[in-house]
T-cell receptor
Framework: NAGVTQTPKFQVLKTGQSMTLQCAQDMNHEYMSWYRQDPGMGLRLIHY???????DQGEVPNGYNVSRSTTEDFPLRLLSAAPSQTSVYFC??????????????FGPGTRLTVL | GNSVTQMEGPVTLSEEAFLTINCTYTATGYPSLFWYVQYPGEGLQLLLK???ADDKGSNKGFEATYRKETTSFHLEKGSVQVSDSAVYFC???????????WGAGTKLIIKP
């Protein structure tokens, strides 16, 4: 089991460029999510998905798009990068069961710098 | 609304010292509570959890007790090691959308 994988590990973009952060999991988890981590602010939820074809916005969705065409993959797209999107991005997944909060498994993160 | 408040860091201790990292929460109903740890350069991983009042979660020498009367879930360890240096996050799960509410994280530095 590879768990949750993310690519790339590091990325530098110029303002206005677009890119896609990749996330994949091999645990057959229904629930997947994207967070950004900024100093002193903990984790903030960007978008999440409760299954293939179903996505929803989190706390800070502006400037980001997601899709979930398969159970395994949950890419995050930056439409037009801005310096405010400089951050570390984490993808996470978990098994979903009604009425319970299960362990979230995290990828190693992508460190993004927007110049 | 639901929220989590953690003590600010960094917390600096000597090896073998006693550790407490405070976490308090605001939530309706009966949330599940979690501690996650993030080692340098890595993603977060679950350290321990508790799902109902008076439950004690424990792992790797760390413990935390779900105290509903004080809405707290403080993390403790009797004797810390240099390898415990990391950022610790308290989180709660409440509501129906499977999202976790995260504290800001507390950086722990252990000196030999």
């Amino acid at each position: 089991n590879a768990g949750v994988t993310q690519t790339p590990k590091f990325q530098v973009l110029k303002t206005g460029q677009s890119m896609t952060l990749q996330c994949a999991q091999d645990m057959n988890h229904e629930y997947m999510s994207w967070y950004r981590q900024d100093p002193g602010m903990g984790l903030r939820l960007i978008h999440y998905s409760v299954g293939a074809g179903i996505t929803d916005q989190g706390e800070v969705p502006n400037g980001y798009n997601v899709s979930r065409s398969t159970t395994e993959d949950f890419p995050l797209r930056l439409l037009s990068a801005a310096p405010s999107q400089t951050s570390v991005y984490f993808c996470a997944s978990s098994y979903q069961a009604s009425g319970t909060y299960n362990e979230q498994f995290f990828g190693p993160g992508t460190r993004l710098t927007v110049l | 609304g639901n929220s989590v408040t953690q003590m600010e860091g960094p917390v600096t201790l000597s090896e073998e010292a006693f550790l407490t990292i405070n976490c308090t929460y605001t939530a309706t109903g009966y949330p599940s509570l979690f501690w996650y740890v993030q080692y340098p350069g890595e993603g977060l991983q679950l350290l321990l959890k508790a799902t109902k009042a008076d439950d004690k979660g424990s792992n790797k020498g760390f413990e935390a007790t779900y105290r509903k009367e004080t809405t707290s879930f403080h993390l403790e360890k009797g004797s810390v090691q240099v390898s415990d240096s990391a950022v610790y996050f308290c989180a709660l799960g409440a509501g129906s959308n499977y999202q976790l509410i995260w504290g800001a994280g507390t950086k722990l530095i252990i000196k030999p």
